[in-house]
């Protein structure tokens, strides 16, 4: 019987994953469409042809709670909590109902969205998650509007199941990704690794494996030197059996919530050369997207998407 081969990339989303904000949008700085618009350019330029397309089961509280405490858990649905976390004060009037209906769905979505594109980078070497990435989740509370830490419930998941071993996070976002260095503080099996700008949100700093602050004013020629210095280094030292790439796109000189100075081709080149040095080791690649506030994100994302697909079919790179 003939093989089939499977393309050397998978992309994971779902119409799920965008936020039903009930008409309260303009009180949050996040674009809740950000996902839908960022598959929609995809889907427009022919990107995704070809490839695997997959929309995940959401996260289960179970899977949740290889991560998360269960007092913690439990407050999921507590207005006061989720207003907290995710900076409305509108939600401390809803219901828990209305959070548990309306509010939750969306980022359980991603989360799985996370698992589901380790496991298919396992299978084919390159997997994106288009959502995901929220790292200012703690074991036992929630930050940065994020509640639910899903690299770190994926890791989790594929290390109980036996599937890998040791796993890097390299955390991009403009903003340090504390709620993983905390949840793996201390685990020699999990590299964090975090470039970041150092005098912004969050405040108190976490203590990654290895934290790369840089100054306000940081473009496209300092960052890569950055990533130059510290990313083939961590890959080599650490030998992961997975990299989890968080994409955040607010390191761009627009964005509202930071001060770095990244352009669009500067945040493309950032991101194929981390796959770069991913799969040239033979590691499995899964980018989540994490932060991104400003007009033109999504156009940002999608064009580094999909110049790391176009560079995942030119070089054929199929399973480890």
Known sequence: ???????????VHSPGYTLDMS????LHPFDVHKYRKIAD??????????GTIIEPDP????????????????????????????????????????????????????????????????QCGTAFNIGGGFHHAHADHGSGFCFVADVAVAIRLLMREKLI????????????????????????AVFTLSFHQED??????????????????????IYMALLREHVPDVLDAHRPDIVFYVAGSDVHADDPLAAAELTAAGIVQRDAYVWRHARKRGIPFVMVLAGGYFPRCPEVHAASIGNVINLAKKQGLNGR
């Open 1 to 11: 019987m003939m093989s089939v081969l499977r393309a050397p990339w998978a992309v």
């Open 23 to 26: 008409g309260q949008e303009s």
């Open 41 to 50: 350019l995809l889907h427009a330029d022919g990107l995704l042809d070809g």
């Open 59 to 122: 996260l289960t509280e179970p899977e949740a709670a290889s991560v998360h405490t269960s007092d913690y858990m439990r407050l999921w649905t507590d207005p006061e909590t989720m207003a907290e976390i995710f900076e409305v004060d509108y939600l401390r009037n809803v219901s828990p109902d209305t959070i548990r209906t309306r509010y939750l769905p969306p980022y359980f979505a991603m989360a799985g969205g996370t698992v589901r594109a380790a496991r298919e980078a396992l």
């Open 165 to 188: 071993q040791r796993a890097a996070i390299v955390d991009c976002d403009v903003h340090q990704g504390d709620g993983n260095a905390t949840i793996f503080a201390g685990d020699p």
């Open 200 to 221: 912004i949100f969050p405040f108190e700093k976490a203590t990654s494996t290895r934290d790369v602050p840089f100054p306000a004013g940081t473009g496209d020629e």
